[in-house]
């Protein structure tokens, strides 16, 4: 039978089979230094969503009533502009906790 493996891929086997992994000092700051970048990234894009998210309900609260209305371009496309930007602002919040 098998022995069950510890959970964390191949550096927490190795970890678990004997000691080190065998990276150096310089091979592990430069994954934090990456993951770091990928965590200000994420939170980047979150800040980003709820700009948009704002900016959307500004538009609804503010300018739609003087907006003209105007037909979608495409069936599937939303017709005013606050719906727009509520979509992308989800899809920016959808992106940044994806990773």
């Given at each position: 039978?098998?022995?069950?493996?510890?959970?964390?891929?191949?550096?927490?086997?190795?970890?678990?089979?004997?000691g080190?992994?065998?990276?150096?000092?310089?091979?592990?700051?430069?994954?934090?230094?990456?993951?770091?970048?990928?965590a200000?990234?994420?939170?980047?894009?979150?800040?980003?969503?709820?700009?948009?998210?704002?900016?959307?309900?500004?538009?609804?609260?503010?300018?739609?009533?003087?907006?003209?209305?105007?037909?979608?371009?495409?069936?599937?496309?939303?017709?005013?502009?606050?719906?727009?930007?509520?979509?992308?602002?989800?899809?920016?919040?959808?992106?940044?906790?994806?990773?």
């Amino acid at each position: 039978m098998p022995k069950p493996r510890a959970r964390g891929g191949a550096a927490a086997a190795a970890a678990a089979a004997g000691g080190s992994s065998g990276r150096s000092d310089e091979e592990i700051i430069k994954e934090r230094k990456k993951n770091e970048a990928f965590a200000l990234a994420d939170d980047a894009l979150f800040g980003i969503s709820w700009g948009l998210w704002v900016l959307a309900a500004l538009w609804f609260l503010c300018f739609l009533p003087a907006a003209p209305e105007s037909p979608p371009s495409h069936p599937l496309l939303p017709a005013d502009a606050s719906t727009g930007l509520l979509i992308c602002g989800v899809l920016c919040a959808g992106l940044s906790r994806a990773s």
